[in-house]
């Protein structure tokens, strides 16, 4: 029997499925079970092409609509989304193995967040009036045309609603791939934009890997490119895109500071250290994995911490009981198991964790490490996994320094009860996400992204406007036009 996760066909274009069994074959495993439950085919060439020339031909007419009506149809598959979130969070379940106690709040709604927030500036994308004497200049807002959405695996509906929602909000079409470890969300939303009303080819989806990213990005056509990725594929898609001169938003990898002075409230700081490390595995950009612990409080702090950690519940990620679930695949597991030894060989101390758990799927027990060295790999290195380093510190001069020596610079947090002090280290931290008392919080409200390697450009927000969007200006002149000859 074909479980309930298969997709109709691998791709949505033109506002509907489309399949091409010519393209390399991709498994979808299921995380918690290691069962293969679907299987999409990458694009082919013929179907880029389709897609491209789809979502190239529709933008257009679209960025010819009122901000009023795009938004009205961003705004309506908002309310899809929500109405729908139970079988939208089981899905986002079955593709990524998080547990369904994340995704009913994290994902979709996060999604439908996006689309009605964008869904309400559409409509306020205005330009502006420059008196000049008698002459005048105007300014417009305008869309960048053809855009390309490439996606990485831990949050596939919420990628897919952050980059498509702002894309679509200024008038641009966009072609989607997802990560080709999880294929599946991004055909949902695809879905409902067009049961919402948007008009065929304004969103489009094809799967693949690598290659068929590649193909998406180096096409003439294409006049912007979003990726969230690790670095690496960040400075290849980056030069990629510049070779034809194309806008980018990169949002990419990080090994973020969480710094606790001691006067922090503890629980607060425990509860802020296992959101930013051990949410959704650990498989988050943004998470706080060095965990910088002023010394006077780290034996307490390690104490509640390990005891806290001790409250994971991994299990069923279908059991809305179960708050821990397996890592996406065992690649990745193997990976986050290869940096848990090297963190035993490199001398960090074991407080809790630290083995592959002992049931089906690729589950790794939330582990960590304390006593921590800044050259130590566990602290220089983005693990991607459920694996927090905690490191010492004396003052807040030789923290701040340290938290900064490292290519990142996505996120930061600060725990303490001293607000001078709060402003004056985040003002002081390389970051672009940043919490006080607070750890990971994203709502579409606030700018997200990176500086230093951690990325170029920011998603959400009115922010997001601008990298969505080009001005136009236009002088006028009232009089005659003077000229040397
Ligand atoms: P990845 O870099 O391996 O892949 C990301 C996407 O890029 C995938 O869809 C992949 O198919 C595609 N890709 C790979 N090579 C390409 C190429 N040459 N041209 C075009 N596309 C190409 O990342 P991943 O393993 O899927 O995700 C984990 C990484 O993503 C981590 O580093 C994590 O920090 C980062 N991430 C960042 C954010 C953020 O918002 N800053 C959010 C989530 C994840």
Known sequence: MTHPAQPKASHFINGEYVEDTAGTPIPVIYAATGEQIATVHAATPAIVEQALSTAKAAQKAWARMTGTERGRILRRAANIMRERNHDLSVLETYDTGKPLQETLVADATSGADALEYFGGLAASLTGEHIPLGEDWVYTKREALGLCVGIGAWNYPTQIACWKGAPALACGNSMVFKPSETTPLCALKVAEILIEAGAPAGVFNVVQGMGEVGGALVTDPRVDKVSLTGSVPTGKKVYAAAAEGMKHVTMELGGKSPLIIFDDADIDNAVGGAINGNFYSSGQVCSNGTRVFVQKGIKEKFLARLAERTGNAILGDPMDEATSFGPMVTENQMNIVL?????????????????????????????????????????????????????????TEEEVVARANDTEFGLSAGVFTKDFTRAHRVIGNLEAGSCFINSYNDAPVEAPFGGVKASGVGRENSKEAIKHFSQVKSVYVRMGDVEAAF
């Not at 960090?348 to 130590?376: K, N, Q, S, W």
């Not at 694996?387 to 004396?394: P, Q, R």
């Open 338 to 394: 290869g940096y848990i030894e090297k963190g035993k060989e490199e001398g960090a101390r074991l407080i809790c964790g630290g083995r592959r758990a002992d049931m089906d799927g690729y589950f790794i027990e939330p582990t960590v490490f304390a006593d921590v060295t800044d050259d130590m790999t566990i602290a220089r290195e983005e693990i991607f996994g459920p694996v927090m380093s905690v490191l010492d510190f004396d």
